[in-house]
């Protein structure tokens, strides 16, 4: 699971909306298979980096889709730690 973190976290900010929609939905679908146990034990600072990075997607980003898709994955990781 670390690599594909680093991977995505390298390519987050890609200059290709399809690349940095790739990883949100990578990151996304990653969080949600990993135990919360885990996440919280293993990736806290991790995952609060990950938040930040969706709230900059969401204010930031010139692709309406990543802003789209970084609004659903903040709120289910919101959900998730609650």
């Known amino acids: 699971m670390r690599a594909l973190v ?4 390298s390519v987050r ?3 290709e909306a399809n690349v940095r929609r ?3 939905l990578a990151a996304a679908r990653t969080i ?3 135990p919360v ?5 293993d990736f806290l600072e991790d995952f609060n ?3 930040a990075w969706l709230v900059s997607v969401y204010r930031d980003d010139p692709d309406e889709h990543s802003r789209f898709h970084s ?11 609650c």
């Open 37 to 41: 146990s885990l996440l919280v034990s």
């Open 22 to 24: 790739a990883a949100l």
């Open 6 to 9: 680093d991977f995505v976290w």
């Open 13 to 15: 900010y890609h200059r």
């Open 71 to 81: 609004t659903s994955f903040f709120l289910s990781t919101v959900f998730l730690i």
């Open 49 to 51: 980096e990950v938040q």
């Open 32 to 34: 949600a298979l990993v």
